[in-house]
Protein backbone atom coordinates (compact mmCIF):
# COMPACT_ATOMS: atom_id res chain seq x y z
CA UNK A 1 0.00 0.00 0.00
CA UNK A 2 1.18 3.37 -0.69
CA UNK A 3 -0.57 6.38 1.31
CA UNK A 4 -1.05 9.30 -0.72
CA UNK A 5 -2.44 11.59 2.59
CA UNK A 6 -4.65 10.62 5.41
CA UNK A 7 -7.96 9.70 3.15
CA UNK A 8 -6.20 8.33 0.20
CA UNK A 9 -4.44 4.79 -0.42
CA UNK A 10 -2.94 3.10 -3.33
CA UNK A 11 -2.66 -0.71 -3.56
CA UNK A 12 0.02 -2.07 -5.63
CA UNK A 13 -0.46 -4.88 -7.93
CA UNK A 14 2.26 -6.93 -6.36
CA UNK A 15 2.21 -9.80 -3.76
CA UNK A 16 3.89 -9.81 -0.49
CA UNK A 17 5.57 -13.01 -2.07
CA UNK A 18 7.09 -11.26 -5.58
CA UNK A 19 8.92 -8.30 -3.13
CA UNK A 20 12.38 -8.63 -2.19
CA UNK A 21 11.65 -6.34 0.96
CA UNK A 22 8.85 -5.43 2.98
CA UNK A 23 8.89 -1.94 4.75
CA UNK A 24 8.21 -2.76 8.24
CA UNK A 25 7.03 0.99 8.95
CA UNK A 26 6.70 3.88 7.32
CA UNK A 27 8.66 4.81 4.04
CA UNK A 28 8.73 7.86 2.60
CA UNK A 29 9.08 8.50 -1.54
CA UNK A 30 12.82 9.18 -1.74
CA UNK A 31 14.50 11.43 -4.43
CA UNK A 32 15.36 7.83 -6.43
CA UNK A 33 11.78 6.90 -6.09
CA UNK A 34 10.68 10.79 -7.68
CA UNK A 35 13.71 10.50 -10.24
CA UNK A 36 11.88 7.24 -11.40
CA UNK A 37 8.21 8.07 -11.29
CA UNK A 38 8.89 11.54 -13.30
CA UNK A 39 11.37 9.11 -15.90
CA UNK A 40 8.24 7.45 -16.10
CA UNK A 41 5.76 10.39 -16.63
CA UNK A 42 7.79 12.06 -18.88
CA UNK A 43 8.17 9.29 -21.13
CA UNK A 44 4.69 8.21 -21.25
CA UNK A 45 3.62 11.87 -22.13
CA UNK A 46 6.09 12.04 -25.06
CA UNK A 47 4.27 9.18 -26.39
CA UNK A 48 1.08 10.78 -26.78
CA UNK A 49 -0.68 7.59 -25.34
CA UNK A 50 -3.94 8.22 -24.56
CA UNK A 51 -4.51 7.50 -21.04
CA UNK A 52 -7.01 8.66 -18.25
CA UNK A 53 -5.14 10.19 -15.33
CA UNK A 54 -5.99 7.40 -12.90
CA UNK A 55 -4.48 5.61 -15.32
CA UNK A 56 -1.07 7.00 -15.84
CA UNK A 57 -1.10 7.44 -11.93
CA UNK A 58 -1.75 3.40 -11.51
CA UNK A 59 1.08 2.60 -13.93
CA UNK A 60 3.56 5.24 -12.64
CA UNK A 61 2.84 3.88 -8.86
CA UNK A 62 3.34 0.41 -9.78
CA UNK A 63 6.18 0.85 -12.22
CA UNK A 64 8.32 2.71 -9.03
CA UNK A 65 7.10 0.01 -6.97
CA UNK A 66 8.18 -2.59 -9.29
CA UNK A 67 11.45 -0.57 -9.47
CA UNK A 68 12.12 -0.97 -5.79
CA UNK A 69 10.63 -3.87 -4.44
CA UNK A 70 9.89 -6.17 -7.39
CA UNK A 71 12.69 -9.20 -6.93
CA UNK A 72 14.27 -9.80 -10.17
CA UNK A 73 12.23 -11.98 -12.71
CA UNK A 74 13.00 -14.75 -14.88
CA UNK A 75 13.72 -14.43 -18.71
CA UNK A 76 11.03 -15.43 -20.77
CA UNK A 77 11.87 -14.72 -24.62
CA UNK A 78 10.46 -17.82 -25.97
CA UNK A 79 6.62 -16.70 -25.73
CA UNK A 80 7.14 -13.75 -27.83
CA UNK A 81 7.73 -13.95 -31.70
CA UNK A 82 11.42 -12.17 -32.78
CA UNK A 83 11.40 -9.16 -34.61
CA UNK A 84 13.89 -7.73 -37.39
CA UNK A 85 13.32 -4.31 -36.29
CA UNK A 86 12.93 -3.93 -32.49
CA UNK A 87 13.23 -1.37 -29.57
CA UNK A 88 10.97 0.76 -27.91
CA UNK A 89 9.50 4.23 -28.53
CA UNK A 90 9.65 6.46 -25.50
CA UNK A 91 10.28 3.00 -23.30
CA UNK A 92 7.04 1.81 -24.97
CA UNK A 93 6.82 -1.45 -26.96
CA UNK A 94 4.41 -4.10 -27.25
CA UNK A 95 4.99 -8.39 -27.29
CA UNK A 96 3.24 -10.51 -29.90
CA UNK A 97 3.07 -14.25 -29.77
CA UNK A 98 0.26 -16.42 -32.18
CA UNK A 99 -2.23 -15.87 -29.34
CA UNK A 100 -2.10 -12.08 -30.03
CA UNK A 101 -0.53 -8.73 -28.86
CA UNK A 102 0.25 -6.16 -25.88
CA UNK A 103 1.78 -3.53 -24.78
CA UNK A 104 4.35 -3.14 -21.96
CA UNK A 105 6.37 -0.08 -20.39
CA UNK A 106 10.39 -1.14 -20.40
CA UNK A 107 11.62 -0.17 -16.67
CA UNK A 108 15.00 -1.39 -16.67
CA UNK A 109 17.02 -2.97 -19.93
CA UNK A 110 20.73 -3.27 -20.72
CA UNK A 111 22.21 -4.63 -23.56
CA UNK A 112 20.06 -7.29 -24.73
CA UNK A 113 17.72 -7.71 -22.19
CA UNK A 114 14.90 -5.40 -20.96
CA UNK A 115 12.56 -6.24 -17.89
CA UNK A 116 8.65 -4.95 -18.87
CA UNK A 117 5.41 -4.12 -17.35
CA UNK A 118 2.46 -4.82 -18.54
CA UNK A 119 0.39 -2.12 -19.28
CA UNK A 120 -2.33 -3.91 -21.51
CA UNK A 121 -5.14 -5.38 -19.41
CA UNK A 122 -3.49 -8.80 -20.22
CA UNK A 123 -0.92 -10.48 -22.50
CA UNK A 124 -1.31 -14.15 -23.23
CA UNK A 125 1.75 -16.53 -22.89
CA UNK A 126 0.33 -20.04 -23.95
CA UNK A 127 -3.36 -20.76 -23.95
CA UNK A 128 -3.98 -21.25 -20.17
CA UNK A 129 -1.71 -18.96 -19.01
CA UNK A 130 -1.23 -14.68 -18.86
CA UNK A 131 0.22 -11.98 -17.50
CA UNK A 132 -1.60 -9.44 -15.82
CA UNK A 133 -1.90 -5.86 -15.71
CA UNK A 134 1.29 -4.47 -14.06
CA UNK A 135 2.94 -7.89 -13.77
CA UNK A 136 6.87 -7.85 -15.12
CA UNK A 137 8.46 -10.29 -17.50
CA UNK A 138 12.02 -10.18 -18.73
CA UNK A 139 12.97 -10.38 -22.78
CA UNK A 140 15.28 -10.24 -24.87
CA UNK A 141 15.27 -6.97 -26.94
CA UNK A 142 14.44 -8.48 -30.00
CA UNK A 143 10.65 -9.37 -29.10
CA UNK A 144 10.07 -5.57 -28.73
CA UNK A 145 8.33 -4.38 -31.05
CA UNK A 146 8.64 -0.45 -30.85
CA UNK A 147 5.31 1.36 -30.04
CA UNK A 148 3.91 3.45 -32.73
CA UNK A 149 0.47 5.07 -32.70
CA UNK A 150 -2.32 5.00 -35.08
CA UNK A 151 -1.96 7.28 -37.88
CA UNK A 152 -5.31 8.21 -36.62
CA UNK A 153 -4.50 8.88 -33.23
CA UNK A 154 -1.12 10.91 -34.69
CA UNK A 155 -3.14 13.01 -37.36
CA UNK A 156 -5.63 14.22 -34.02
CA UNK A 157 -2.62 15.08 -32.18
CA UNK A 158 -0.99 17.34 -34.57
Given at each position: ???????????????????????????????????????????????????????LTQILINGV???????????????????THFGAIHQL??????LGKGDVIVL???????????????????????????????????????????????????
Amino acid sequence: MLSLGQNLQFKTAYKSKCLTTMPTDKQWFSMEDSAHYVNLAEQLQASYINLSSAELTQILINGVAALVFHKPVALRSWYFTEQTHFGAIHQLASLENELGKGDVIVLEQDANVATCMVISTSLSLINDKQLAQFELIKVMKNRLIPFILQSTLLSQSA
